[in-house]
């Protein structure tokens, strides 16, 4: 198998889900959004604030059916510029074949490593959330890597710099148990491991009636791109600490154009936050837990790290960007995965 095939096959497995299979969309007039009688009198909203990122969270890509696995960090080490021979070594010297993957000698590793505000003292901390593994490895014990994309092969030398991916090299020896393709997997690199040890859980979905969906007023956005739908199925998830309502939305071939969740706290019935997830050029939503077997899992809860609020995520595929983890706080802070898309 090429590299080009197997990355092709398997980039999008990493986001936090299987690869995506995007539902159909449609350009026909399509009826009002109709809801239930306790939203009919609700108001426009303004939009929240500005969402902020406080972590950089990266993904494990597999290498062919090689020993190694790679965690790129080229989103914050970008190598775009052809003239900057510090960033990588002249490709053309080390040849098509071997300059496919190759890991950097001292002085390219330093710059690597300077540049990214990473310490040889630092280490690599890994989580499966599914499989509720943890691994973590020193990161002078670590080789540093550069990797052609998966959009990229050989038929496409002489390579530029913006084919490779840049990381490290991880021996898939010590991921042994980690879920397929490590699409479940989440890396931090730094002093400290943020991961809690608590595991988290899968959303197990339950229908209600829409008149149980809480009253709250839509955005403008979303009013706005909800308008030419017609509300479907309602759905219902409890915790200790908060209950989740999920409301979907179809358009004219009553086929799910979107979802809107809704997260209160158990005790007060306050609503912490408030997503929407539609039908975009770039993203689909994803299917409930269940729904296509016992092993289709892609809505997650709890708490997943250590200093923050607990999270829930899984609700959309990406076809362009990264995914994101939602902070169930009204922060409204969202962590998009640095995950090296470059479709």
Not at 138 to 163: F, I, R
Not at 214 to 220: H, I, T
Request: glycine share 4%.
């Amino acid at each position: 198998m090429t590299t080009r095939s197997f990355f092709l096959s398997t980039t999008f497995l990493i986001l936090l889900s299987a690869c995506n299979k995007k539902e159909n969309t449609t350009t026909t007039a399509l009826p009002e959004v109709t809801e239930h009688a306790e939203t009919e009198t609700d108001t426009l909203q303004t939009e929240d604030a500005t969402r902020k990122e406080s972590i950089n969270l990266f993904t494990i890509t597999p290498k062919d059916s090689s020993d190694v696995a790679f965690v790129s960090l080229s989103d914050i080490y970008p190598v775009n510029d052809e003239k900057d021979t510090l960033a990588l070594p002249n490709i053309q010297k080390i040849g098509k074949y071997n300059a496919v993957y190759f890991t950097f000698d001292k002085n390219y590793r330093k710059r690597f490593l300077s540049k990214t505000n990473i310490s040889e003292t630092d280490s690599v901390f890994i989580i499966d959330y599914a499989k509720n593994k943890h691994v973590s490895f020193a990161v002078k014990n670590l080789k540093t890597a550069a990797m052609l994309n998966g959009y990229s092969s050989e038929e496409d030398w002489p390579y530029q710099n913006y084919d490779f991916m840049i990381g490290f090299e991880i021996s898939k020896k010590y991921l042994s148990g980690f879920s397929e393709y490590y699409r479940d997997a989440l890396v931090y690199v730094g002093k400290e491991n943020p991961f809690s040890k608590e595991r988290l859980k899968p959303i197990k979905w339950e229908k209600i009636a829409k008149k149980d969906y809480p009253s709250k007023a839509m955005k403008n956005n979303d009013r706005t791109l909800l308008k030419n739908t017609v509300t479907g199925n309602t759905y219902f998830y409890k915790t200790e600490s908060y209950e989740y309502f999920l409301q979907d939305y179809l358009d004219s071939n009553k086929i799910i154009y979107g979802r809107r969740l809704l997260v209160l706290d158990s005790k007060t019935k306050d609503i912490i936050i408030e997503k929407l997830f539609s039908q975009s050029e770039g993203t689909s939503p994803s299917p409930l837990n269940y729904e296509n077997g016992e092993d289709s899992i892609d809505q997650w809860t709890g708490k997943l790290f250590k200093n923050k609020p607990e999270v829930v995520f899984g609700f959309e595929y990406m076809s362009f960007g990264c995914p994101n983890i939602s902070i169930i706080d009204k922060s409204n802070e969202e962590i998009f995965l640095q995950c090296d898309n470059r479709h």
